[in-house]
């Protein structure tokens, strides 16, 4: 395979669990992964350093945000929801300088945690925004899994890997 420049977004849709394209979504904040850590210190450490533990990844927050809303895009606060997000990133093929467009699909799973319906002004949009407690997020690229996390299932693999088999090997 050639090699590939990355470029941007070039579109992006997102699709409800039903499959139909949730129309005003302005911007997607995707959830930032971050281990929860144990301190460490003591004798032969200098000083502390944060250690993280393997697999356990906190509160995780996908945020969709609207320039309207419609009945499509509302959902209670602690309701289950599901949203797919996919999008054609630009690329640039280095072997020959021809543009690419390729697939990218985000798939998340979890609770409405939050619900904005944004503010009000002549001549603007409201920009309402939803709160999404992560429970699930898979990734691929150009059809390839690039990351799953699934809380409930105890999947963490990246690239193929998964990085908890040992964590439940010794757990069973």
Known sequence: MAKRYPGSVIDYNVYGEDGLKLLGVSTV???SMEAMTQEISGAGILGTFDDPIPGMIGSMVATLNFHWIDRSAMYPVGYRVMFDLR???G???MSDLTNLAVAERINIVGKVK?????NRQTGTSPDASMGIEVGRIQQ????LELML???MAYIYRVNGVDALTGVRAAIT
Not at 114 to 118: E, Q
């Open 87 to 89: 999008a054609a990133l």
């Open 29 to 31: 904040e995707l959830p």
């Open 91 to 93: 690329a640039v093929d």
């Open 114 to 118: 939050t619900y904005n319906p944004g």
């Open 149 to 151: 996390f699934d809380r």
């Open 140 to 143: 691929w690229i150009g059809g």
